[in-house]
């Protein structure tokens, strides 16, 4: 049974920083490209980042790019998330998200699996 388990989420100041993290109980958890989605309130939910089961590539969505820093440690089973110049417009559930040997482009369609998701909200 594989489990993604999200924390670090909560409110922050525009022009702040947050870390989401992703603790995942995966046996294979090298195996697996790892990413983040979000959804905010009446929008359709979006890919943010991923990064390649070799942890070598990365991909991030235009609109976090220079912001947001994804990474990875095998060791611990983790997945983190850095937020940086956050933005009134980051506000939204965020969700880590699995992918078997997965390539950095993920959609929503061709994910494993899910965590339950995190809150972020950022206040002007």
């Known amino acids: 049974q594989v489990q993604l388990e999200e924390s670090g989420g909560g409110l922050v100041q525009a022009g702040g920083s947050l870390r989401l993290s992703c603790a995942a109980s995966?046996?294979?958890?090298?195996?697996?490209?790892m990413g983040w989605f979000r959804q905010a309130p009446g929008k359709a939910r979006e890919f943010v980042a991923a990064i390649h089961w070799n942890g070598q590539n990365t991909y991030y969505t235009d609109s976090v790019k220079g912001r947001f820093t994804i990474s990875r440690d095998n060791a611990k089973n983790t997945l983190y998330l850095q937020m940086n110049s956050a933005m009134i417009e980051d506000t939204a559930v965020y969700y880590c998200v699995a992918d078997w040997h997965g390539s950095v482009v993920l959609s929503p369609s061709s994910v494993d699996y899910w965590g339950q998701g995190t809150q972020v909200t950022v206040s002007s």
């Open positions: 995966i046996r294979t958890f090298s195996a697996y490209t």
